[in-house]
């Protein structure tokens, strides 16, 4: 092949490769967008946490000590 063929391919896959990321990364946005708006979880408490990061601060969410577990 030569280097001008090289170059378009290239440059094509460069490109798909940023719409793949492109996509991948506003899906994520969205999808929280969604969650926070539904009331599915609440991230604002997640970027409160920057904050309030001390060893006696309670607990974010409760665990579920339901899950044995296998030692």
Known sequence: MDQ???????G???FFLILFVFIVFYSYAYS???????GER????Y?????DDFLDSCPLEKR?????KND
Not at 47 to 51: A, E, R, T, W
């Open 4 to 10: 001008e063929t090289l170059l378009t391919i290239q």
């Open 12 to 14: 094509y896959g460069k």
């Open 32 to 38: 929280i967008y969604k969650r926070q708006k539904t």
């Open 42 to 45: 609440d991230f604002e408490k």
């Open 47 to 51: 970027s409160n946490l920057v904050h």
């Open 64 to 68: 579920d000590n339901s899950i044995e």
